[in-house]
């Protein structure tokens, strides 16, 4: 397998080799969805299964639009911190905790079988556990592509 934070290093890795695995840190996300495109449906296509690692964007999509988010390992630019409160709104208007939606979103395309969410304590494991369990309507899948923060061809939750 490989590890890193580009897609399109993954995908070049796939067209020359026969890899069964991939480490893709946050690049597949509510807020990044370019690897759909080619990618993804090539790891589908030749059965590469894909961990994806950093879902949370470097934490806005955990902490939501707050001062000081980091996204990309940065502080958030202020088109994100705006996509983020959009995708915020619609999730409280479901009851579903903005971390919930984006650790359910990225396992629901047919390449991710798991999402490696990062923890330092026993709190925030159970947390993460909670996030994945909770509940989502497919009405917050439907109102995101509506509003134009989800891709259309985005495999979402059942």
């Not at 330092?120 to 134009?148: C, M, Y």
């Amino acid at each position: 397998g490989v590890g890193v934070n580009e897609w399109e290093v993954c995908q070049a890795a796939l067209e020359t080799h026969d890899f069964d695995c991939f480490l893709l840190a946050g690049r597949y996300t509510l807020l990044e969805q370019e690897s759909l495109d080619t990618f993804l449906p090539m790891c589908v296509e030749r059965g590469a299964a894909v961990v994806v690692g950093g879902g949370f964007n470097s934490g806005i999509l955990a902490t939501g639009a707050v001062d000081g988010a980091k996204y990309n390992y940065s502080p958030a630019p202020p088109a994100i911190m705006e996509k983020v409160r959009r995708i915020e709104r619609i999730c409280a208007s479901h009851d579903v905790p903005l971390a919930a939606a984006a650790l359910q979103f990225v396992t629901a395309h047919p390449a991710i079988p798991t999402f490696a969410a990062g923890t330092r304590t026993v709190d925030q494991l159970e947390r993460n556990l909670a996030w994945f369990s909770h509940p989502i309507p497919a009405d917050l899948w439907a109102e995101l592509k509506a509003e134009g923060l989800l891709r259309e061809d985005a495999p979402v939750p059942a």
